[in-house]
Each structure stands twice: as structure tokens, then as C-alpha cells.
């Protein structure tokens, strides 16, 4: 046990450090690189290259090289995105953003096998159940991973707090942010709230740092799994990639996965639009950049404990009441918005809204994962595809009109998405509740006690 925690622990920590500082450039993108919609468009960029890459390239380089060596390659691609934020510009920003689209899937997925794999010998070996030691290694995982998005941002803020070219923001610069935000002049505006070139180069330092130190992590201290742990693993891997890739479009015959759709591309869209919009259009244009870190901080925070919260209660209170929640939240928040006019002097409120944005996200990211694994527990890989799939589309477009509309048909554009998730979603639950009436009750609660447990990726 003590070898196999120390190896999921060097796992967890690899991916600390990394995406320490992916979610911190992340948060950033919309703000830092702004002109002509650079960062924006390097995030679209990115999730089309990761829904490419999720489609063959994971069983081909775990086949090739395994899981230690896939990880360590696939965090060598998040690094280059980093080097490519050192001179940011059409022709480093988005060529980085496919490299690290490219490596994205591996990655997950070859964490994901080293994690089962690894679980599963050592419950073979001590006699015990598979499934819970496998759940316990994913939630020491997620218990140190999910903190990344507090120490990237927390950096970030705490470096660029040290400019000392922070100018006051007027009232007439004011009046441009916002839902009904002047396109032209809040660009400029956040052109002027810029941090200095030092102070980028030494956030991008410390963020390339990390990702380096979590490669050697990976490379010095996680072991190779031994190829008789792996045969299971292999045997799976060793089926063809456009078999998984028309298993993944011939599980839309399903007309569950079909309605489901919207819920799941809502997903991109609604973190779409804080990362993209809300850090941009409000909280940039308003307070400054480095108080980006901080408001995504919250996010981060209230996402983790919500996520955890409601994977716990979800097995008294049902997923519906926790649908209805993040529904009632969500809308709420977008209402609130494109009525706010944003002000320093309403400081706290720039911190309510990401708060509560935490707590729908936390629905939105445990229920939905538990709602696929229950609907297709006989076809898990093919769901989970279409889930990865639907959501990184969702993130694709979010991204890719950002710079193109203003920040009040995106609200309105995320409330009718929300709506029309809701009301497909709805009808599964009615397919659901026809069809299973006469299933046994016992097994169906145990599968959802199972599932929704599950945290976001």
C-alpha cells in the first residue's frame, strides 16, 4: 500500500503543479492577451485540438510508450503553452494551444489508467474490493489536484499586485464595463490596466517553474507500471481507434444522450463565460487584472467544497433538487448581471457572483458525470466520450464569439442554452421514470450512491 499511495500522491502532486499554472493563464487569457481576441481565441483554439486528440490519440500513446511516459510527454505540451505566453502573438499563442489541445486527453486518460490500474492490483493482492480502492486513490487525487485553482490564481494576484503603474479608473471608463460594455474603448481600457512586461515574465517564470517541476516529479519519482499490470489495460487499448471513434457517434442512437446534449455543452459555455467574459468584462475592467486571481480563487474554492458537499448529500436529496438548485442559481446570477452596473466601490459583490458560479458549476460537474454513469452504465466509454466531446464544443464556442458579441447577448445566449437544458433534461428524467418503474430499487440506489460521487476532470 505504502508504495502505491506514494505513487498515487506523486500523480497528484505532478498534477498540482501543472495545472497551478494552466488555470492561472487560463483565468488570465481574456485579460492578458486581449488584443484582436488572442486569448480568447488560443482557448477556442485549444479545446477543438483537445476534442481532436480525445478521439485517437490516448490508446495510441499509452499502447506506445505507457503510462508514466504519456503523462510526462503530455505535461511537456502545457509547458510549451506557457513558453508561448513569453511573446504572445498569432503565430506562438495558437500553434502552443494545439500542442497542448493534443496533449490534453493522454494526459486524463493515461492518469486515469495508471490510477485503475494500480488500484486494482493492490486490492488483488490484499483481497479486498477493487472499487473502493480505486475510489480512494481518485479522491486523494482530486483532494490535492482541486487546489490548483487556488495557488494559480493566488500567484498571479500576488505578483501583478506589485505593479506599480496602477492608475485610477474613471467614471467614463467605468461606464464601458459590464453587460452593455463599449467593445473598443474597454479593450483599451484593459490594454492600459496592463501589468508591466517584467512583472508577465516573472508570473510566466514561476508558471513555466511549476510545469517543470512537475514533469521531473513525474519522470524521477512515479514508477512504471509492470507490463503484467498492465495486460488487462493493453488488451483494451489493443482494439482500434476508429472503433472508439464510431462507437462515441453511434451512441447518439440513444435519444437520452441526444437531450442530454445541451446540459452537457452548457457546461463549456457557463465556464466559458466566467473565465472569458466575466474576468474581462467586470472584473478587469473594473478593478484592475490582479484582482483576477482572487475572484477565481473564490470560484475555485466554493467549486471544491460544493463538489464535495454535494456529492455526499446527493443520495438524500436526489439529483433534481440539485439541478433545480444550480437552475435557480444560475439564473439568477445572469439576471444580476446584465442588470449591474460594476463598481469598485460594490467590492464585495465582484466576489458574490463567482461564489455562487462555484456552487452551480459543482452541480453541473458532479451530476452530470453521475447522470452518464448511471443512463449508460453499459456503455460508459462511448457516453463519457460524447460527455468530453459535447462539453469541450460547448467550451469551443464560448470561446469563439467571445470577442465577437457583447457581453449581453452572451447572457441571454447562456440563459437560453440553460433553458433548453433544463427542459431536455427534464424529458430524460421522464424517459427514466417510464422506464424504471419496474426496475429493483436496491440496485438502482446503489448505483447512483456510486456515481455521483464522481468529481469533474
Known amino acids: 500500500m505504502e508504495r502505491n499511495l506514494k505513487n ?28 484582436e481576441g488572442l486569448g480568447v481565441a488560443s482557448l477556442s483554439v485549444l479545446y477543438a485540438a483537445l476534442i481532436l486528440s480525445s478521439m485517437f490519440l490516448p490508446p495510441i500513446l499509452i499502447k506506445k510508450l505507457g503510462c508514466k511516459w504519456t503523462i510526462a510527454i503530455s505535461m511537456c505540451c502545457y509547458i510549451a503553452f506557457s513558453l508561448g505566453n ?13 500542442i497542448l489541445g493534443l496533449g490534453g486527453a493522454p ?21 479486498k474490493n477493487a472499487k473502493d480502492i480505486i475510489n480512494q486513490y481518485f479522491g486523494v487525487f482530486f483532494l490535492v489536484f482541486q487546489s490548483s485553482g487556488i495557488w494559480g490564481n493566488l500567484i498571479s494576484s500576488l505578483i501583478f499586485s506589485q505593479s506599480s503603474t496602477k492608475e485610477e479608473i474613471s467614471e467614463e471608463d467605468l461606464a464601458c464595463c459590464g453587460a452593455y460594455n463599449c467593445l473598443t474603448d ?24 511549476s510545469g517543470v517541476l512537475a514533469v521531473l516529479l513525474i519522470i524521477i519519482f512515479l514508477d512504471q507500471i509492470k507490463s503484467d499490470q498492465a495486460e488487462t489495460e493493453k488488451e483494451k487499448l489493443e482494439t482500434p481507434f476508429w472503433s472508439t471513434f464510431l462507437a462515441t457517434f453511434q451512441h447518439l442512437k440513444d435519444k437520452r444522450q441526444c437531450l442530454l446534449i445541451p446540459l452537457t455543452m452548457y457546461s463549456g459555455f457557463e465556464q466559458g463565460f466566467l473565465s472569458g467574459d466575466y474576468t474581462k468584462a467586470y472584473v478587469t475592467c473594473a478593478l484592475g487584472i490582479h484582482y483576477v ?26 439529483r433534481k433538487l440539485l439541478f433545480a438548485l444550480a437552475t435557480i442559481t444560475n439564473t439568477a446570477c445572469i439576471i444580476a448581471l446584465l442588470l449591474w452596473k460594476p463598481h469598485p466601490k460594490q467590492f464585495s459583490v465582484f466576489f458574490v457572483f463567482p461564489a455562487l458560479w462555484g456552487l452551480s ?25 460524447n460527455y468530453r466531446l459535447w462539453e469541450s464544443l460547448g467550451f469551443v464556442i464560448a470561446f469563439g464569439y467571445s470577442t465577437k458579441l457583447q ?5 441571454y445566449i447562456l440563459l437560453s442554452v440553460l433553458v433548453l437544458s433544463m427542459v431536455t433534461y427534464g424529458a430524460v428524467e421522464c424517459i427514466e421514470a417510464k422506464s424504471s418503474r419496474g426496475a429493483p430499487t436496491a ?15
Not at 513569453?86 to 494545439?98: G, R
Not at 494526459?107 to 483481497?127: D, F
Not at 440496485?443 to 476532470?457: D, I, S
Request: hydrophobic letters at 40%; one cysteine or more; a neutral charge.
Open 8 to 35: 498515487v500522491l506523486v500523480i497528484s502532486f505532478g498534477f498540482l503543479f501543472l495545472f497551478t499554472a494552466y488555470g492561472g493563464l487560463q483565468s488570465l487569457q481574456s485579460s492578458l492577451n486581449s488584443e
Open 86 to 98: 513569453f511573446y504572445a502573438s498569432w503565430y506562438t499563442l495558437i500553434p502552443t494551444s494545439v
Open 107 to 127: 494526459l486524463w486518460s493515461a492518469k486515469c489508467t495508471y490510477l485503475t490500474i494500480a488500484g486494482t492490483s493492490y486490492a488483488e493482492k490484499e483481497g
Open 186 to 209: 474597454s479593450t483599451n481600457s484593459t490594454e492600459s490596466a496592463k501589468p508591466s512586461n517584467s512583472l508577465i515574465y516573472t508570473l510566466l517564470g514561476v508558471y513555466t517553474a
Open 293 to 318: 486571481g482572487y475572484v477565481m480563487i473564490c470560484f475555485a474554492a466554493v467549486n471544491s467544497l460544493c463538489s464535495l458537499l454535494f456529492g455526499k448529500i446527493s443520495q438524500f436529496t436526489g
Open 361 to 385: 458549476d459543482a452541480v453541473w460537474q458532479t451530476q452530470t458525470n453521475g447522470l452518464y454513469g448511471i443512463l449508460f452504465e453499459k456503455h460508459k466509454e462511448a457516453a463519457f466520450a
Open 407 to 411: 457581453v449581453y447577448i452572451k447572457l
Open 443 to 457: 440496485t438502482k440506489k446503489e448505483n447512483e450512491r456510486a456515481l455521483t460521487q464522481e468529481t469533474h476532470m
